[in-house]
């Protein structure tokens, strides 16, 4: 477990202050904009500490870029991502659980580790975005490990 610098805590307070993923380009301008003295490696790092140690989870962009976001669940879950805003709920599917387990056993595999995220539009996105486009500007990702 790593220490509680002034840089860390300023990362989390950040992420405790939004929803939704946010890549660490746009945690860094946050902190920079509130005033915070911090480096964009700095930023990374914590970040990458905060994931390793499960206080934060992480998904990938479709252009590979990592976003990560405060984790309230901090057992194994599954994440339900609007890919237009960006806003994540965080769910839990038994049935994708016993779905797995079953799929690993049928082909003899043990100690199967797995992610799943779903991605649409949230409500708010889809009231605002007109019937049958299928532009979607903001947050793009693909699942990674939790």
Same mark, same amino acid.
């Given at each position: 477990?790593?220490r509680m610098t002034r840089q860390r805590q300023a990362v989390l307070d950040e992420?405790?202050?939004?929803? /939704?993923?946010?890549?660490?380009?746009?945690?860094?301008? /946050?902190?920079?904009? /509130?005033?915070?003295?911090?480096?964009?490696?700095?930023?990374?790092?914590?970040?990458?500490?905060?994931?390793?140690?499960?206080?934060?989870?992480?998904?990938?962009?479709?252009?590979?870029?990592?976003?990560?976001?405060?984790?309230?669940?901090?057992?194994?879950?599954?994440?339900?991502?609007?890919?237009?805003?960006?806003?994540?709920?965080?769910?839990?599917?038994?049935?994708?659980?016993?779905?797995?387990?079953?799929?690993?056993?049928?082909?003899?595999?043990?100690?199967? /580790?797995?992610?799943?995220?779903?991605?649409?539009?949230?409500?708010?996105?889809?009231?605002?975005?007109?019937?049958?486009?299928?532009?979607?500007?903001?947050?793009?990702?693909?699942?990674?490990?939790?």
């Amino acid at each position: 477990m790593q220490r509680m610098t002034r840089q860390r805590q300023a990362v989390l307070d950040e992420l405790r202050r939004i929803d /939704d993923f946010r890549s660490a380009q746009q945690v860094f301008e /946050d902190l920079r904009e /509130d005033g915070h003295r911090v480096g964009l490696a700095t930023v990374y790092r914590n970040l990458q500490g905060l994931a390793s140690e499960g206080d934060v989870d992480v998904l990938r962009a479709v252009d590979g870029e990592n976003l990560y976001r405060l984790c309230t669940n901090r057992g194994h879950h599954h994440h339900l991502v609007c890919r237009q805003c960006g806003h994540a709920e965080e769910i839990a599917l038994s049935e994708i659980e016993a779905w797995v387990t079953e799929v690993a056993r049928q082909h003899g595999y043990t100690q199967v /580790d797995h992610s799943m995220e779903l991605f649409g539009l949230c409500a708010t996105c889809s009231a605002a975005t007109p019937a049958g486009s299928s532009d979607q500007v903001g947050t793009s990702t693909s699942p990674t490990t939790d």
